[in-house]
């Protein structure tokens, strides 16, 4: 059974401050890594995604992943209100035929 | 470029029922993956269409079927609808199999 592990937070942090999104998972055969912001109410939307070792740098936003460890994390920095969301992790096979996906950590920036 | 569509956005059902969702892939995507997302939990793959073929499905029962049409849109039929089944229905679309998916607003369904 694969897994992909979240904190399921919530995760409070005040605005301008760093936030650090953390998620592992189990099956060392996985190839690319993703992760998706998903407002209440609304579908994920995809932010980052990232398929070798090391960091990746959008904007704000910031994926690491390290392969030998399975462990993906995501770092937001300058953190706004309008970040806050669910933030899902997400997980591909080998075949690339399906997602496995993390429970969430749910983000607070307070004002 | 219109992004993934989903149809319709909500809707409500009696247990018993038959239901079909729809997607439109985003423009030049050939795969199409649908995925369950009960409240409170991270979407669950429910299969993946790619060349109008099923390529692999996840834990769901027969009554969960779908299909993909040469356009590259697909539905998604659930027979014999139960009360676990009220949920947010998601339709993802990529470019081959093994690359980013793009969602779209997804189908909330409500058993009742």
């Known amino acids: 059974q694969k897994e992909v592990e979240q904190n399921s937070g919530p995760l409070s942090v005040p605005e301008g401050a760093i936030a650090s999104l953390n998620c592992t998972y189990s099956d060392r055969g996985s190839q690319s890594f993703f992760w998706y912001r998903q407002y209440s109410g609304k579908s994920p939307e995809l932010i980052m995604f990232?398929?070798?070792?090391g960091d990746k740098e959008d904007g704000r936003f910031t994926a690491q992943l390290n392969k030998a460890s399975q462990y993906v994390s995501l770092l937001i920095r300058d953190s706004q209100p309008s970040d806050s969301a669910t933030y899902l992790c997400?997980?591909?096979?080998?075949?690339?035929?399906?997602?496995?996906f993390g429970g969430g950590t749910r983000l607070m920036v307070k004002p | 470029d219109a992004g993934v569509t989903q149809s319709p956005t909500h809707l409500i059902k009696t247990r018993g029922q038959q239901v079909t969702l729809r997607c439109s892939p985003k423009s030049g995507h050939d795969t199409v993956s649908w995925y369950q997302q009960a409240l409170g939990q991270g979407p669950q793959f429910i299969f993946q269409y790619y060349e109008e073929e099923e390529r692999q499905r996840g834990n769901f029962p027969d009554r969960f079927s779908g299909h993909q049409f040469p356009n590259y849109s697909s539905e998604l039929n659930v027979n014999a609808l139960l009360l676990g089944d009220s949920a947010l229905y998601l339709c993802?679309?990529?470019?081959?199999?093994?690359?980013?998916?793009?969602f779209g607003q997804g189908t909330r369904l409500t058993v009742v």
């Open positions: 997400a997980v591909n096979d080998n075949a690339g035929n399906m997602l496995t």
């Open positions: 993802a679309s990529s470019l081959r199999r093994n690359t980013e998916a793009f």
């Open positions: 990232i398929y070798s070792n």
